[in-house]
């Protein structure tokens, strides 16, 4: 199995702009979660999906982000408009059950 | 609220020595699994172990080993014959048994170096 696949590894753009995250979890896994990672605040859990449903999303820290889950091999993570302090890499991870899998993230710079 | 706390934001260990990274949590929960994920300069957080609480034999990986007291709430990490390829960011994780909701808390993270 080739693990979660984020892409892309390296996402730089513009204040205000929309910036799109994508994740293919691991084939079989009913979990999906996504993280962002900061100097500051560590590891944080912004969402998480099981069979594709958001379950909670109490850490997506505005509404200027939103995540789907269309399938079970696709999610996305969206943020717009993006702003600077928006600034982080954003990790995706799946399970099946106790252990959590992760992609290589995305680092994303807002400018 | 589940809380775990790494006290030690960097360690140093001189190549083939041994070094314990130290974590502690809270919970009320009596069921729960910890783990130790590491993540090396390329970004990837890779799981080094695992321990269910209800099984009193620490883990071991390797020549990494746990030392999980439950009641003290503690689950160090034991690196033994440190090599250059540990140098990386560990972090210590929490996650409750027996829920599909299947949330993990993680800690701020140690970032250990490897000296030649």
């Known amino acids: 199995d080739a693990g979660v696949i984020q892409s892309p590894r390296h996402e730089v753009t513009e204040m205000g702009q929309e910036v799109t995250l994508r994740c293919k979890p691991i084939s079989g896994h009913d979990y999906l979660f996504w993280y962002r990672q900061t100097m500051m605040r560590g590891l944080e859990l912004l969402i998480y999906?099981?069979?594709?449903?958001?379950?909670?999303d109490s850490g997506m820290p505005e509404d200027r982000f939103s995540a789907k889950m269309p399938n079970a091999s696709f999610s996305t993570l969206k943020i717009q408009p993006s702003e600077p302090r928006d600034s982080a890499v954003y990790f995706c991870?799946?399970?099946?059950?106790?252990?959590?899998?992760f992609g290589a993230g995305t680092r994303l710079s807002v400018l | 609220a589940q809380t775990v706390t790494q006290s030690q934001p960097e360690m140093s260990v001189q190549e083939a020595e041994t070094v314990t990274l130290s974590c502690t949590y809270d919970?009320?929960?009596?069921?729960?699994?910890l783990f130790w994920y590491k993540q090396p300069p390329s970004r990837q957080m890779i799981l080094v172990i695992r321990q269910e609480a209800y099984k009193q034999q620490n883990a071991t990986e390797n020549r990494f080993s746990v030392n999980f007291q439950k009641a003290a709430k503690s689950f160090s990490l034991k690196i033994s014959d440190s090599q250059l390829g540990d140098a990386a960011m560990y972090f210590c994780?929490?996650?409750?048994?027996?829920?599909?909701?299947?949330?993990?808390?993680f800690g701020k993270g140690t970032r250990l170096h490897i000296l030649p």
């Open positions: 994780a929490y996650r409750r048994a027996r829920r599909r909701d299947d949330k993990i808390i």
């Open positions: 919970t009320s929960e009596s069921d729960y699994y």
């Open positions: 999906f099981n069979n594709n449903v958001p379950i909670d």
């Open positions: 991870a799946s399970s099946a059950w106790d252990i959590q899998y």
